[in-house]
Nanobody, 115 residues
Framework: QVQLVESGGGLVQAGGSLRLSCAAS????????MGWYRQAPGKQRELVAT???????NYADSVKGRFTISRDSAKNTVYLQMNSLKPEDTAVYYC?????????WGQGTQVTVSS
C-alpha cells in the first residue's frame, strides 16, 4: 500500500502562484512514477504532470511553461509549482502514484483561481 497526502491548495488571483506538495509513505520503493491530476466541476479527471523514478517529466499542453513538477527523494515528496495561474486552472488537484500494477490517489486539494 502507498499513502499520499496533498497540501498547498487554496484561493489565488489570476496570475498568481501556488505550490502543491504530495508526501508519500508506505511501500514507496514500488513506485515507478508520481504525478498530479485535476478535476474541474462537470469535467473528467485529467493529467497535469508526471515525473518518473528516473526523473523524466511530462506535462499537459495546457500547463506547459507555467507548471513545474519536481521531487525530493529524501522526503518522498513530489511538488507542483504553479505559476501564471488562470481561472481555468480551478479544480481539485489529486496526487497519484503508479507502481505498474496499481494507481494510488490522494484525497485531493482544492485550487481556486479568481479572475
Amino acid at each position: 500500500q502507498v499513502q499520499l497526502v496533498e497540501s498547498g491548495g487554496g484561493l489565488v488571483q489570476a496570475g498568481g502562484s501556488l505550490r502543491l506538495s504530495c508526501a508519500a509513505s508506505g511501500r514507496i520503493f514500488s513506485i515507478n512514477a508520481m504525478g498530479w491530476y485535476r478535476q474541474a466541476p462537470g469535467k473528467q479527471r485529467e493529467l497535469v504532470a508526471t515525473i518518473t523514478r528516473a526523473g523524466s517529466t511530462n506535462y499537459a499542453d495546457s500547463v506547459k511553461g507555467r507548471f513545474t513538477i519536481s521531487r525530493d527523494s529524501a522526503k518522498n515528496t513530489v511538488y507542483l509549482q504553479m505559476n501564471s495561474l488562470k481561472p481555468e486552472d480551478t479544480a481539485v488537484y489529486y496526487c497519484n502514484a503508479d507502481n505498474f500494477s496499481y494507481m494510488y490517489w490522494g484525497q485531493g486539494t482544492q485550487v481556486t483561481v479568481s479572475s
